[in-house]
């Protein structure tokens, strides 16, 4: 009998309206439009409005996710939201989301993957469709990296931005469509490289952890760098060649944006075309869970894709965590 597959049968984003340029971060920080364009490929960002927070970002882009695919939120089972910025440490942006959507028969968790957060919740949740736990697992990647950035740091806080990203799994009725296969990986050495230092158990908050400032992402930009562009490339690779697929054959390939040289550098290890790359970096910078499922939502809406056509995530963040997802587009 033929395994139940997971597909994304809908998806929707939302990020704030609030434009921040580089010119407007260059007023504030030593640093310039040139700088962060040349290093990054970031314009602009998107930051909340004072008092809005993860779960009305997030809120938003699941109720579009599901007003277009017109499914009550009654009928949802499961609500996944992998971020790293909750509205507060409990309870979960799951709860507020499932509470704000109505969504009355769902259960629900957060998910701490930072970057690789999405590709986690997404996994996760097709596990849940594969074995016919759940027929309806909405995935929202969403962070308010602005609240944990500090602005006073030009290494950092030119990189980030806010926003949410929806998608709906569902069982596909069709065969060959669908979550095909993953590779996920966690190394927890990697860890001192990209965190943020207190506020939890280790450090609870003080006057001294506010003083040093230590309640802000402390990343060390190069090693991050390095690691991931080498493991986005090497897992990419990985699961293409276990599923018997040239990366010529891919029609597009969705990196976690984080910069746009780590895009390029693991597209180039892959040897993909310009036109296989999805990209919108420039107008969000790193948003950290949401960035995959806005892109896919922005290239699902500009036509890019079609039904059958071949997929590859890839991602790589704090943890450090990476890994890599398959799928045959479903719409
Ligand atoms: N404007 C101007 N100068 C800056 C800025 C800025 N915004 N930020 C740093 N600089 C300076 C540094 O102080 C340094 O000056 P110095 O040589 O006088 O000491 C110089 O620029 C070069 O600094 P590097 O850190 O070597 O610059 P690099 O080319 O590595 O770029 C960057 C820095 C953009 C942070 C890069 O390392 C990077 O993107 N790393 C990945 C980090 C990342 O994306 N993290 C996000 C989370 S993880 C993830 O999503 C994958």
Redesign the pocket.
Known sequence: MRKTRAYISSLGMYVPEKRVTNQDLASIVE??DE??RE??GISERRFVAEGQSNSDLSTIAAQRCLERAGVDPEEIDLIIVPTVTPDMMFPSTACLIQDRLGAKNAWGFDLSGA?SGFLYGLACGTQFIETGACKKVLVVGTDVMSSIVDPQD??TC??FGDGAGAVLLEPAAEAGIGIVDFILRADGSGGPY?KMPAGGSRKPPSIETIQNREHYVH?D??T??KY?VKYMADVSADLLKRNDIDPQDIKLFVP?Q??MR?IKSTADRLKLRNEQIAVNIDRYA?TTAATIPICLFEYQEKGSLSKGDLVVLAS???GFTWGSILLRWGL
């Open positions: 640093t310039s700088w962060i290093r990054t970057c030009r290494a030119v990189l990209l990343q930009g190069r991050v760098f991931a976690h984080a910069n780590i790193n790589f963040g704090a």
